[in-house]
């Protein structure tokens, strides 16, 4: 993934080189991938003149150098950085995937709008975090409840018996 930063221009220069940029390779295969990060930071040398530059920072060095001629165009000093890698965030399991037997129904019947909506309040979104929580948690969510609460930690142990199978 292309990410190319801008460093040391006023936020509206940026915006307008940002807008540049994207135009420069819309067409491309990669362009959907590309990414421009604006750092509103002040740039100087020795004799505190203004050097902005742009950072190019990517982990697949496929097209490279095609990005760096096209940026060439823009007058701009242009920094290359090659990582190592790239790797993206895991996405976090809602708590409502939670709640879902293997036949895609709901593993409970009973109140799971009411469970739910006291997790969400409780701030509680993903399974990860539910997974956290002790019983002495869980008394404490408003609106759960013992039922609530034993619904739960036998979702919890399904869950858990699976993992290890």
Known sequence: MPNIEIHGLTEREAAKLTREIFGMFREKSYADEMVVTF??????????KSQPFIRLANSCQEHTQEILERLQILNI????????????????????????????LPAFLHEPKKIENALRRAGIMTIEEL?????????NIRNLGAKGIAIILAEREAR??????
């Open 39 to 48: 750092y509103p930071t002040k740039v100087v040398d020795k004799n505190w």
């Open 77 to 104: 000093d242009i920094e290359h950085l090659a990582l190592v890698a790239f790797i993206p965030k895991k996405p976090s399991s809602p708590v409502v995937k939670y709640f879902i037997n293997e036949k895609g």
């Open 131 to 139: 997974d956290k929580l002790s019983g002495r948690d869980f008394q």
């Open 160 to 165: 858990a018996g699976k993992k290890n199978s």
